[in-house]
């Protein structure tokens, strides 16, 4: 690892432990709850950790659940902490969750068959962004140019980069690669001009901070049609694509563009106890006001597109329970 990526990972554990100190302080004996509930995200600065820190405020105002945030580096050590038990939910990317339940792309050493699916969130639009002065309106017009390269264990964006390319009948090789390790080193080099293009979700936290660090942001679009999509899901079977809107918390959209979307989910270890997702799922599904009022991303959160089914991953059984009970819908067009 190198001296700025080593740097930049001891910063994020102190900065993790900072954001959690709060919630631990709610979870000593006394409170109602002998032990925390662990809520596994992404590091702190990014829209999983912004959306999963806003839950679990929630379940803590609404329900004696004391939750405990805890941020992991990428999202395979997310999974691979809630497939252990080294903490009870996460809030995730549904693509790498059916990749680890099937023993697949990083995930084929060992498969993580302790994750169920609790609950379908919101839709996460994911898209290639470059500097509002650069000349480039296209993606095809990046080739050859300076985009992050890097295993998916490493970099987040590298799994979204390659099917958004794919989208485009393009690949890696058609580009010049610069090497990664971390997302923020990444974040740091397109600040500096050292990357042409960097991968980020539609009005995340990290989207909006780019806007004012480089003065503007610009969106390319992918394609909006069949062979793009099948070209999209032979990197991952649940990526789709959806038109999305400019507005002013999503910078670097400049008209309606058709962008790579994902869905973030809620996961559980299958151990925990069937009341205890009742209860989350119920507050969750019960509280769209105050999600929204915790971050404007909620408001594209619909209880009842919370049973959305996904190819090779099985609901909680307390889960299960809930949307019987609810009657809520399993299927979603797209």
Not at 15 to 23: A, K, R, Y
Not at 62 to 75: F, H
Not at 78 to 100: C, M, P, Q, Y
Not at 237 to 247: D, N, R, T
Request: net charge positive; charged share 20%.
């Amino acid at each position: 690892m190198s001296g700025i990526d080593g740097w930049f990972t001891r910063l994020l554990g102190m900065i993790g432990l900072l954001v959690m100190m709060p919630w631990v302080l709610l979870s000593f004996p006394g409170t109602g709850q002998a032990e925390p509930i662990g809520i596994a995200t992404l590091p702190p600065g990014g829209l999983f950790h912004t959306l999963g820190t806003v839950m679990a405020k929630l379940a803590a105002r609404e329900t004696r659940i004391k939750m405990l945030v805890v941020p992991y580096g990428e999202m395979a050590d997310v999974l691979k902490a809630v497939d252990g038990r080294k903490t009870d939910f996460a809030f995730a990317d549904v693509n790498e969750v059916i990749a680890g339940v099937n023993g697949q792309a990083g995930f084929r050493e060992r498969a993580l068959k302790n994750l169920r699916l609790a609950a379908n969130l919101l839709p996460l639009p994911v898209a290639l962004f470059v500097r509002k002065s650069s000349r480039f309106f296209t993606i095809r017009e990046l080739a050859g140019r300076r985009v992050p390269q890097g295993e998916a264990k490493d970099f987040a964006g590298a799994v979204f980069l390659r099917a958004i390319l794919a989208a485009d009948g393009m690949r890696a090789p058609e580009f010049k690669g610069v090497r990664v390790s971390r997302r923020y080193p990444a974040l740091n080099r397109f600040y500096l001009g050292r990357l042409d293009a960097m991968v980020f979700a539609l009005g995340g936290p990290m989207a909006r901070r780019a806007d004012a660090r480089v003065r503007g942001i610009r969106a390319l679009p992918i394609p909006y049609d069949a062979m793009a999509l099948i070209s999209m899901q032979e990197v991952r079977p649940a990526f789709y694509i959806s038109m999305v809107l400019p507005g002013p918390r999503h910078p670097g959209v400049e008209r309606p563009m058709p962008m790579l979307t994902t869905d973030m989910v809620l996961v559980v270890n299958r151990e925990v106890s069937p009341e205890m997702v009742r209860i989350l799922i119920g507050v969750i599904a019960a509280n769209k006001p105050a999600l929204v009022q915790g971050h404007f991303r909620f408001k594209d959160f619909f209880p009842r597109w919370m049973a959305k089914s996904f190819p090779g991953v099985e609901f909680h059984p307390g889960a299960l329970q809930f949307y019987r009970g609810k009657n809520r819908r399993k299927k979603k067009p797209g």
